[in-house]
């Protein structure tokens, strides 16, 4: 006995989503750079955005491979995302300028192997299958990149397994105050596979529609952002921290509130509610 | 819009098709290769025992028992949630166990893993069977099998019409058991390989000791072996397509499938975790 998911029909095609979500995850990360030219870290909070970005592009994805009904939880697309996405998000770390590039080629290759092992070997036999791993990996990667360069204000692994502790009123380089040497980044890593599978887990069904579902989904990533920028007080200097924070709360409470105004919008009985109108075909 | 299409509902098991299985074999030895030119022996030592860990946790996931939504509401034998989730509940509490026993040696940890991840396993189903009973007041009742393989109880009296079986049986719950001590045994064993991958390395890369670059050589294995754990149980999920019983589930004789899978994909992803180093300072 499997559930049938439903998903609305409408709204911005998913091909268009893909491309605003790939351009604008890159350029946005690449936008963290600025700390390393400008000799700063005040555009940390960039990498957050990025995530964001990645984040409604793969909610997009989640809900076009899920419509096919894959007799298992939406979430399971999540964290296939995720767990194939931090491969390739920390090897790409590890080239330095190219960190988003090569993390979204490896990310590319790791999740189109999923994709045709799921289709071929598994026998799923879902025509989006291989290209909707393949995006969900490179949204894994880009999300896991941009939280990890918002906490620690650099998308280049050197950066990220280096901290500074202070012994004695000494400022001393240590690995362990890292995002790596921490272990941040399995805090990021779940903080980002939580938001990629909630929002169209919650929203499916009759009358689901999309600029619901993809409000969540900023919702999730700015909730997201928000421990991620209070980690980064850890690594960051304060006031770029703060910084990151109040672009977090506030970027949370604006989508919160619209997508509490769109489900009410949505929503049968409602007090304000206008009469809803019957899906074409029956929902 | 809504349920597109899908899995075809065919009667039997479909075989892998023979580009699935052609590419799966050539992506395992493209991979040892790789490992072979970068690391030597030792890479591809690592990516053997990576693989074997993969399959260790595509076979497991199929005896542990999965109700679902079903059985949340009595349904349907099993726990009430996605593969994915309790795979990766026995997973990392296996693969926890596994690290904690990491400097006694292979052997204590990996047994340390498998512990780790049956007793995880067993408290679920034991507290799970409790709520049933207990809670929900309804009998333990395969809706596979007339008779529980173990024990001898027979189940089609206690089963309640309409349901497919409810409750968790004695041979679910050693199901469960196996399924998480295979995955957290799988677990330990990749976590184990790619400590020792980074051990090696990252103190000549950095110039610093054993010690100072343990946070970041911990940290790197953990979260790859969170993710390739992922991975391999979405795809073993993929194979079950929603729920299964246990080892006495006819879904179980699928477990080849996944276990091919498995295996080429823990070789992409591993070849990527074991070269992760090799680019540092290229670029």
């Known amino acids: ?283 | 819009m809504s349920a597109l299409g899908g899995p075809k509902q065919t009667g039997g098991i479909q075989p892998p098709t023979g580009m699935g299985l052609v590419l799966s074999i050539v992506l395992i030895i493209v991979a040892l290769a790789l490992a072979f030119l970068l690391v030597q022996m030792a890479g591809v030592i690592a990516l053997v025992g990576i693989i074997i860990g993969g399959v260790l946790i595509g076979f497991g996931v199929h005896f542990v028992p999965v109700g679902g939504a079903p059985a949340a509401m009595g349904q349907a034998p099993g726990i009430a949630t996605g593969v994915a989730m309790l795979a990766a509940g026995a997973g990392l509490a296996g693969l926890f166990g596994g690290a904690w026993a990491a400097p006694l040696g292979l052997p204590l940890a990996l047994a340390g893993g498998a512990v780790g991840g049956g007793l995880l396993m067993a408290i679920t189903c034991t507290m799970v069977n409790v709520i049933y009973v207990f809670g929900m007041g309804i009998p333990a009742a395969s809706g596979k099998v007339a008779k529980d393989p173990i024990t001898g109880d027979t189940f089609p009296e206690y089963k309640s019409q309409g349901t497919e079986g409810h409750g968790l049986p004695f041979i679910s719950w050693v199901g469960g058991v196996i399924g998480g001590a295979l995955g957290g045994l799988g677990g330990t064993l990749i976590y184990l390989e790619l400590l020792d991958i980074y051990q090696a390395q990252l103190p000549v890369l950095l110039n610093a000791t054993v010690e100072q670059i343990a946070p970041v050589a911990v940290s790197l294995a953990g979260i790859f072996a969170v993710g390739m754990f992922l991975m391999n149980a979405v795809l073993a999920a993929y194979n079950i397509t929603g729920t299964i019983e246990g080892p006495h589930d006819p879904k179980f004789k699928r477990f080849p499938r996944a276990v091919i899978a498995a295996a080429a994909a823990s070789a992409v992803a591993g070849i990527f975790a074991i070269a992760l180093l090799e680019l540092v300072g290229v670029f």
Request: with cysteine.
């Open chain 1, 1 to 283: 006995m499997s559930v049938k998911i439903e998903v609305g029909a409408g709204g911005i095609p998913h091909n268009q989503i893909l491309i605003y979500g790939l351009v604008g995850s890159l350029v946005l990360i690449y936008l963290t750079y600025l700390n390393t030219i400008t000799n700063t870290q005040y555009f940390a909070f960039f990498g957050g955005l990025a995530a964001v970005v990645a984040l409604l592009w793969g909610t997009d994805t989640i809900k076009h491979l899920c419509s096919y009904g894959l007799g298992t939880g939406v979430p399971s697309a999540g964290m296939i995302a995720l767990g194939s996405g931090v491969v390739g998000a920390l090897f790409g770390a590890t080239t330095g300028i190219l960190a988003p590039i090569v993390a979204i080629i490896v990310a590319a290759i790791i999740g189109a192997v999923a994709g045709v092992l799921a289709n071929n070997v598994v026998r799923m036999d879902i025509p989006v299958m291989i290209v909707s791993l393949t995006e969900l990996a490179i949204v894994g990667a880009m999300t896991v990149l941009g939280l990890a360069a918002m906490a620690c204000g650099t998308f280049e692994f050197l950066g990220m397994i280096t901290g500074t502790t202070v012994i004695l009123g000494f400022a001393v380089q240590t690995y362990e105050a890292s995002v790596i040497g921490g272990s941040i980044i399995a805090v990021i890593f779940m903080l980002g596979a939580i938001a990629i599978q909630h929002s169209f887990n919650a929203c499916l069904g009759p009358g689901e529609k999309q600029d619901r579902t993809l409000m969540l989904a900023a919702e999730c990533g700015f909730l997201s952002m928000i421990p991620v920028a209070i980690i980064s007080f850890a690594f960051i200097a304060f006031l770029p921290a703060l910084v990151a924070l109040l672009v977090s709360v506030i970027g949370w409470i604006y989508t919160y509130v619209q997508y509490i105004a769109l489900s009410k919008r949505d929503a049968y009985a409602w007090l304000d509610a206008k009469p809803i109108l019957e899906p074409k075909g029956g929902a």
